[in-house]
């Protein structure tokens, strides 16, 4: 570690489906946020850890801010609120081909409290035309006095180092937080059970709301065919959607679990027995005990 190793917590946020697990995941190097096209696909706070010779800044992707329609909408929404004041940077992330919309302004209204320097993320360049950025730019700064604006493309990469080193210019000095190898503060339960989620956002579409959750039930160490064992099951709101979940003879959980199963073994460097079931919980998503044995608890935010 140098001298004058600079140390901080930035978090990111923005109105659902701006990039932001896309950002985290093309930062850390490694996939630690799932990634869906649905809106609203983070619910917990998800830190990113980045360590270099000279920093290490831990980030912090966020459910996306929207107006709840449920408990579990009212738990996303107070975890992505209650990390603005204990951080050092805040990334206010955009699409920039949406531009400006009423779910900005909802952000913007809480950013207004915020101490911390407030950055200004257009991302999604790749997708426009530069000369629709400039307006695009002037009517943000209007809302609020960004200590910067950055446009990136978090999928491309277009930008993004110019990004984490003015973030580093910001942040103060500090100690290392996480060893250098470490990517992540959540444990491998938890990374696990998101794999399994982002497959089925990704095979069920349209069919499958946001009324899916997983619970890892057990991991046991390798057996005799080095394999490691995880149990976990899929729980739905309703029968009809379980299935869909298994499909024709088993063919979408079948599907499901394969493509978890590749996520998984490049997490864990060694092979895995991966065995799923679906369980119907009626309206889990309005219910506390529900919600917080599937690890959304209150005291977490």
Known sequence: ??????????????????????????????????????????????????????????????????????????????VAENTLNEVDAVLFMINAEEGYGRGDQFILDRLQRVDQPVFLIINKIDRVHPDDLLPLIDQYKE???FEEIIPISALEGNNVNHLLEVLKKHLPEGPQFYPEDQITDHPERFVISEFIREKVLHLTREEIPHSIAVVIEAIEPRNEHDKVQIQAAIIVERKSQKGIIIGKQGSMLKEIGKRARRDIESLLGSKVYLELWVKVQ????????????????????
């Open 143 to 145: 809302k609020l006095d």
């Open 282 to 301: 009626k309206d889990w998503r309005n219910k506390q005990i529900q919600l917080s044995d599937f690890g959304y608890r209150e005291d977490e935010y």
């Open 1 to 78: 570690m140098t001298e004058n190793f600079k140390s901080g917590f930035v978090t990111i946020v923005g109105r659902p489906n701006v990039g932001k697990s896309t950002f985290m995941n093309r930062v850390i190097g490694e996939k630690i946020a799932i990634m869906s096209d649905k809106p609203q696909t983070t619910r917990n706070k998800i830190q990113g850890v980045m360590t270099d010779k000279e920093s290490q800044i831990i980030f912090i992707d966020t459910p996306g801010i929207h107006k709840p329609k449920h408990k579990l909408g009212d738990y996303m929404v107070n």
